[in-house]
């Protein structure tokens, strides 16, 4: 019975509001960049072919390598400026909530 109550207190909490909706705002954010540079990819793929199968210089590298590279290294870098953010401000709100109830 104490763990729910303090459960509800920590969710009634402005601060816990607040960081629930500053970190979904945030990771809508970047799946939405994520999602429209995936898809982007995708649809190049599959309705022009030849642009990516375009040779870069006099090589045989095609214009998609470098394209598909950059959807990876997106990802990765989405993913590390999620990862810094939590760090840096999410695990701080939860550490001041955690410890404002006695925890």
């Known amino acids: ?56 210089g006099s090589g045989v590298t095609s214009i998609g390598i470098p394209i598909g590279l950059g959807v990876i290294l997106l990802a990765i870098g989405l993913t590390g400026l999620y990862v810094r953010r939590a760090n840096r401000d999410y695990d701080a709100l939860v550490q001041s909530l955690v410890e404002s109830e006695g925890e």
């Open 1 to 56: 019975m104490a763990d729910s109550e303090r459960l509800a207190r920590v969710a009634a909490d402005p601060r816990y509001l607040a960081l629930t909706r500053r970190r979904g705002r945030f990771t809508w954010t970047l799946t939405c960049i994520m999602l429209v540079a995936y898809f982007g990819f995708i649809l190049l793929i599959a309705f022009d072919k030849s642009a990516l199968a375009a040779p870069i």
